[in-house]
Every structure is written in structure tokens, then in C-alpha cells.
RNA sequence: GCCCCCAUCGUCUAGUGGCCUAGGACACCACCCUUUCAAGGUGGCGGCACGGGUUCGAAUCCCGUUGGGGGUGCCA
């Protein structure tokens, strides 16, 4: 196993590629990175890839990309891995032997269904240690089984405090599967044991694991690690966020235009605030004052209004050039660079992803803007709206074709039938762009041109009378 | 069922016995600004689940109740 030269705390996030990444995961994952930098320690990637019917490749380059998004990946000395779980099973197979020889876990030949039908017949749940003294060997389909011994396990969490167990609730759970292979818990503990992890950060749905890991580096005399659960989050029926049905998948957040720093700020304050009267924030802050000690003991909503919010605010902290570039990937490549230049300012105060951009300025890029009915209606209603278009062409026909100008155009015109800027410009927006709300309208038609605007409000006035 | 965790505005949180007539953020509402929509500014609405203790004093400590959540696999 490499080593870093930090000699600081080695934590780990230990994910299993199972699915698209989650963003409860990804929140773990920074809690772990952010204590990384602060102590000076190392983090450690590490696959869990012990489930043979579940495991995809496809799945762990996702889980790399998507920790590389919000900045965690190996260009960073503080990154050890990744570790694949899989390729330490001969390792998992050795302590299990060890725990066999001296007699801390026994082998068991009952199946799941002979489990149950006992549990049923004797009105406990769970297995009930039928084989703990029948001296059975290692065999075909034999699984080992932990012996838990009597007493209490008490468990130190840097979040929770103590939790106490009581060792008669724990059955003899199994450490090698009938076929072999070793199970989560024992692959777990042992991988902690040889990459020297002495911080285990994870959410609190591993709790219940924790008295029977304990045990095992226990069993295995090792020294138990530093344990820290945090709450999980959850959706607004405040159960666990489930990939089935909640929209978890860090990838789709990307793939909607949230920027990272937006992201991990706001996941960050899930379970945890920082100093001050403000939660944007930026990372190097974090780092500066995260403590698990003051992370929250209940589960977090995942408000993805609240997101969209802290995206908004971290896209207007974008100065006018870095809005522009982030912008790529986002706008069609053959539009007019210069005009987009022109119009992203007045973009960037009216977007809360990136994926709204192209949509709010796709008019001035396009032959022929797509007409919303609604629009349409509502500014051309007015008994009003043909003659003000009619007298608008006529006085942008010679126009000095500038923003101010044409605001000064079209004001004339309106204060003639007795309109505020603010209803006159309706029937010329939605001529021009075909919805009644956009950027600016003065400043668009300064960059799309006469020519092209005459062409519009002469279309629309033209379906005005149509009817 | 059993084990475990949790409980401050709708939501995320600050608060670690007096600084709390409980602070901030998101959302919401109003007003201002204003070429639509935003952004921005100002103001507002809104909370310590309940009941007992402990204490001169409790959002903060203890007990109970209720309510949520997690776990209960030869998944991780």
C-alpha cells in the first residue's frame, strides 16, 4: 500500500459503485476532504467493489469524474487512490482464517430460509447462533459467522458521543458468504486496518454497523478508529434520498448548469453552518472552520430551491469574462461570439444555471424565434398595439440605431398614445423575441440590427392585422 | 417487533445556563428601483414539539411523552 509523507489523520471515503453518484455521497466525501486539509491528513479513495452482482466498471469512472467536479482528485497531494476493495480479497480471506483459528467465528450451514423458519418458531428475529458449538469446518456453503461476545460495546462518535450497544442485540453476523467471498463489514474493516485509516467519516445509516466493525478491529487487535456519523439527507417527505426516487445524481446537477463551488458550498451547509451572517462562503473558509464537532444530529432536507439560489448568487460572483467562459458548453458553438459578448452581462443577473442562458438570448441567434401564444396575445390585445408598431418601424427606419436611442424612439411613441415605456415595449419585445419576458429589450435590438428588427415588427404587425 | 439516532421559523441553520423581547440564510409577502424579467435595496411574516423536574435563572441540563428518521441481508 503507497504511503504519503503527510503523517497526519488518513481518513477515507469508501463509496460502491452501484448507481450514478449521489449527492449525500458527494456531501461525505467533502465533510472527509475538508478535515483532510484542515488536520493535514490524507484522503483516501477507496471502491467498495465486493458485491459481484452490482459492480460495474462504468459506475466507479463515474464516481472519479464526478468527485473530480467538485474538486477532489489526485492532482491534489492531500488524494491517495483510488483502491479497489476487490483486489484486497485475499486479505479479507487471511483475517477471516485468523478469526476462525482462534475461534472467534465459527462456521454455520444454514440457510437463510432455515434461519427464519427458527426465528419464527422461537419469536426472536435474526439468527440465533444454532451453530456456534457444532464444530463445523469451512465447506461448500458454509458461511463464517462472527461470535459476538456477551458484554456491551460502546461506541465514541465524534458527532454523536456515546453510544452504547448491547452485544445480546447483535446476532453473530456473517464474514464469508457460502461462496466464498468475504462481506461488507469484515472487507471494511480490514481494508481500514491495512491502508491505516484512523478517521472513519461516513453517514449515520452506518451506525448500527459500527459496534459490530468495533468488534471486529477488536477481534483482530487493532485500535478502533476515530468514528464520526453524520445525518443523512433527505427529501421533503424527509425520508433517506433514495436514487430511485429522488433526483440525487451529482452528474445531472452538472448537467444542468450548477457550477461546483455553488454545490459544494451548499452541501457543506447541510448539517453545518459556517461563521457569520452569510453562507456563501468560500472553500479555503470552510476548510478554516469545519469541525465535525459542530455538525447537526439531525437529518437535512436537500433543498434544491436553496441550491438554485446559491448558484445564482455564485454566477453573479462570476466577473463578466469568467461568466462567458463558463458559458461554453452551454451556448450552440456556431452562434455569433461577439453578439453573445455583447448580451452576457445582461445575462448573467437573470439566470440561476447556466442551462438558461442559450434560452433567454436564443432570439438573437436565430432566424425566426419560436412565438409564445400567450405573449403574443396578451401585448398585441390592446387596440393600441398595431399603431404603435406602425409608428415604431417608421421611426427605427431612421433611428440612430443605438440602446438609448431606441429606448428615446419608442418612448416618444408611447407617451403619443399615452403609455409608460413599461407597456409599450411589450408589443415590440414580443414582436421581436416572441415572449414577453428576455434581457433588455433596447440593448438586444442594438445587437440584432435594423435590418432584422424592422423584419420582425413588420412580420408581427403584418399577423396583427391577420388577425 | 427489536436495536439505535434525532427534535429551534415552511426549509437549512446560529445558539453549549443569564448577552435571547431567539440571530442569519433560502422561500414567501410588501415597498423602492425599473424598458419586460431578473438583480439590488428596505421592511415584514414566521420557530425553541409537549409534560414534568434541576436551578435564583433554561432553547440550552435530567426524565418521560409524542413525533420523525436510520438499521434490522450470504447489499454496501
Same mark, same amino acid.
Request: proline share 6%; net charge negative; with cysteine.
Given at each position: ?75 491534489? %497531494? ?5 483502491? @479497489? ?26 440457510? $437463510? ?6 426465528? #419464527? ?12 458449538? =457444532? ?6 456453503? *458454509? ?9 456491551? &460495546? ?9 453510544? +452504547? ?7 453473530? @453476523? ?48 487493532? %485500535? ?20 430511485? =426516487? ?7 446537477? =452538472? ?6 463551488? #455553488? ?10 453552518? %459556517? ?21 447537526? *444530529? ?39 461570439? +461577439? ?16 442551462? +438558461? ?5 436564443? @432570439? ?12 403574443? $396575445?396578451?401585448?398585441?390585445? %390592446? ?14 427606419? &431612421? ?12 418612448? #416618444? ?38 435590418? +432584422? $428588427? ?14
Amino acid at each position: 500500500m503507497t504511503t504519503t509523507a503527510t503523517g497526519g489523520p488518513r481518513l477515507r471515503f469508501a463509496p460502491s459503485p452501484t448507481g450514478s453518484f449521489h449527492v449525500g455521497g458527494a456531501r461525505t466525501a467533502l465533510y472527509n476532504w475538508a478535515l483532510a486539509h484542515s488536520m493535514g491528513g490524507t484522503f483516501v479513495l477507496r471502491i467498495e467493489d465486493t458485491d459481484e452482482v452490482r459492480n460495474h466498471p462504468q459506475w466507479t469512472a463515474g464516481i472519479i469524474d464526478a468527485l473530480a467536479w467538485i474538486g477532489i482528485g489526485a492532482d491534489d %497531494p492531500v488524494f491517495e487512490g483510488p483502491y @479497489f476493495q476487490s483486489e484486497n480479497a485475499q486479505a479479507h480471506l487471511d483475517a477471516a482464517a485468523d478469526l476462525y483459528a482462534r475461534g472467534l467465528a465459527y462456521y454455520c450451514d444454514l440457510t $437463510t430460509e432455515q434461519i427464519q423458519a427458527r426465528a #419464527a418458531d422461537s419469536g426472536r428475529p435474526g439468527y440465533d447462533g444454532y451453530s456456534r458449538d =457444532r464444530g463445523l469446518g469451512p465447506g461448500p456453503g *458454509h458461511v463464517l459467522r462472527f461470535r459476538v461476545p456477551d458484554g456491551t &460495546t460502546v461506541v465514541e462518535d465524534l458527532v454523536r458521543g456515546r453510544v +452504547e450497544f448491547d452485544n445480546a442485540t447483535i446476532e453473530d @453476523f456473517v464474514l464469508v458468504r457460502g461462496n466464498g467471498t468475504p462481506v461488507f463489514l469484515l472487507a471494511n474493516v480490514v481494508d481500514d486496518l491495512s491502508m491505516r485509516i484512523d478517521h472513519v467519516i461516513r453517514a449515520e445509516e452506518h451506525l448500527p454497523n459500527t459496534p459490530k466493525q468495533q468488534m471486529l478491529f477488536e477481534a483482530l487487535g487493532a %485500535p478502533v478508529p476515530v468514528w464520526a456519523h453524520v445525518p443523512v439527507l433527505v427529501n421533503e417527505q424527509r425520508k433517506k434520498l433514495s436514487k430511485r =426516487r429522488d433526483k440525487v445524481a451529482l452528474e445531472q446537477y =452538472r448537467d444542468e448548469g450548477y457550477l461546483p463551488e #455553488a454545490m459544494v458550498n451548499y452541501l457543506m451547509t447541510l448539517g453545518w453552518a %459556517p461563521s457569520g451572517d452569510t453562507e456563501i462562503v468560500a472553500w479555503d473558509r470552510i476548510v478554516d472552520e469545519f469541525r465535525l464537532q459542530d455538525v447537526t *444530529h439531525s437529518p437535512a432536507f436537500f433543498d434544491i430551491r436553496k441550491l438554485e439560489a446559491f448558484n445564482g448568487d455564485y454566477i453573479r460572483m462570476l466577473s463578466v469574462d469568467e461568466f462567458i467562459d463558463r458559458c461554453r458548453g452551454w451556448i450552440p458553438g456556431d452562434w455569433d461570439a +461577439e453578439r453573445f459578448v455583447v448580451m452576457a452581462p445582461l445575462v448573467q443577473t437573470r439566470v440561476a444555471t447556466l442551462a +438558461e442562458v442559450a434560452p433567454m438570448v436564443e @432570439f438573437l441567434f436565430v432566424d425566426d424565434p419560436v412565438r409564445d401564444e400567450r405573449s403574443w $396575445t396578451k401585448a398585441m390585445g %390592446p387596440e393600441w398595439a398595431a399603431p404603435l408598431l406602425d409608428e415604431s418601424i417608421a421611426a427605427y427606419e &431612421t433611428a440612430e440605431w443605438t440602446a438609448d436611442a431606441l429606448k428615446g424612439a419608442l418612448e #416618444a411613441v408611447g407617451e403619443t398614445h399615452g403609455l409608460k415605456l413599461g407597456k409599450a415595449q411589450a408589443p415590440v419585445r414580443v414582436a421581436v423575441s416572441g415572449r414577453s419576458v428576455g434581457p433588455p429589450l433596447f440593448e438586444s435590438l442594438e445587437v440584432l440590427g435594423r435590418d +432584422e $428588427t424592422l423584419r420582425r415588427m413588420r412580420g408581427a404587425r403584418a399577423d396583427v392585422t391577420t388577425g
